[in-house]
């Protein structure tokens, strides 16, 4: 019996996540650590840097809980993002199997980062609330629904990017680069709250200013974020995800061909 389009396409996926995973941490020592490593350095940084400050400015809210729920879905953007600019070439030799297109590639790298971050953010969340940081669940469906629309969203620019960084190498230097602002126009380091609401507007038109800030109202009791909303972030992940697969219907035959 013949199989359907969504079993190859999942077996093809499965293929790749599998490929992903052995390329991507199978040349180190400490493996799947080194995922782990790089928020955790981060946010060791930030708080040697800002903890005793921040500490005194939000004496309610504790400072690690804060920058975790903003350096790691920060992690999650940027890794899906910056890495659907190689798939094409990392995977190019797959796509003489018909089975195999460019989009399964940036599918299976984003679940990996998303797996990847989800593990690390459960860990961190674990190890600061062992450490005696205060924290609590207060909406884990809220919190869940942030976390798929940050994917979502990301998905989309990922395919974006891909699409373009095909037909203009050059967007693979320039692609970090012009994400890099994100990192200080996106609550990670301060709370929206902080800053004049006559500024909000120059904030709130960045979908991860509202991933930022509700993934802390839904862990942080009594934090409560004005500006941020749900509905804004779905939306402006669902038109993410529909340019890109536009642009990707578009480019596919070209990648295919290249």
Same mark, same amino acid.
């Given at each position: ?18 490929? $992903?995973?052995?390329? #991507?941490?199978?040349? !180190? #020592?400490?493996?799947? %650590?080194?995922?782990?490593? $790089?928020?955790?350095? &981060? ?12 500490? #005194? ?39 003489? !199997? #018909? ?8 599918? @299976? ?15 961190? *969340? ?9 924290? @609590? ?11 798929? *629309? ?11 990017? *891909? ?15 012009? %994400?890099?602002?994100? !990192? ?8 929206? &709250? ?7 507007? !120059?904030? %709130?038109?960045?979908?991860?200013? &509202? ?14 974020? $004005? ?27 070209? *990648?295919?061909?290249?």
């Amino acid at each position: 019996m013949a199989r359907s389009g969504f079993e190859v396409q999942k077996a093809a996926v499965n293929a790749l996540f599998l490929r $992903e995973i052995k390329t #991507r941490f199978g040349k !180190y #020592r400490l493996g799947y %650590l080194w995922a782990a490593l $790089e928020p955790m350095a &981060h946010m060791l940084i930030l708080l040697g840097i800002f903890g005793y400050i921040m500490q #005194r400015t939000m004496p309610d809210i504790s400072f690690p809980v804060f920058l975790i729920n903003g350096i790691v879905p920060y992690f999650v953007f940027i890794n899906i993002s910056n890495r659907s600019i190689g798939a094409i070439e990392a995977n190019q030799g797959l796509f003489n !199997y #018909r089975p195999v297109r460019p989009i399964d590639t940036i599918i @299976a790298r984003a679940i990996l980062e998303s797996l990847i971050y989800a593990v690390v953010y459960v860990l961190l *969340m674990a190890i600061v609330g062992l450490l005696g940081e205060e924290f @609590a669940v207060v909406n884990l469906i809220s919190l869940v629904l942030v976390w798929l *629309m940050l994917i979502i969203f990301s998905c989309g620019i990922g395919l974006s990017f *891909m699409v373009i960084g095909k037909t203009f190498p050059e967007t693979e230097k320039f692609l970090p680069i012009l %994400l890099k602002p994100l !990192y200080f126009i996106s609550c990670i380091m301060f709370p929206l &709250h902080s800053i004049p609401k006559d500024y909000w507007p !120059y904030l %709130l038109w960045n979908p991860l200013v &509202h991933v930022v800030e509700l993934c802390r109202e839904a862990v942080v009791p009594g934090y409560i974020s $004005e500006g941020a909303n749900l509905y804004y972030l779905a939306f402006c992940a669902l038109v993410s995800l529909f340019v890109g697969l536009v642009l990707y219907r578009n480019g596919e035959e070209a *990648m295919l061909t290249s």
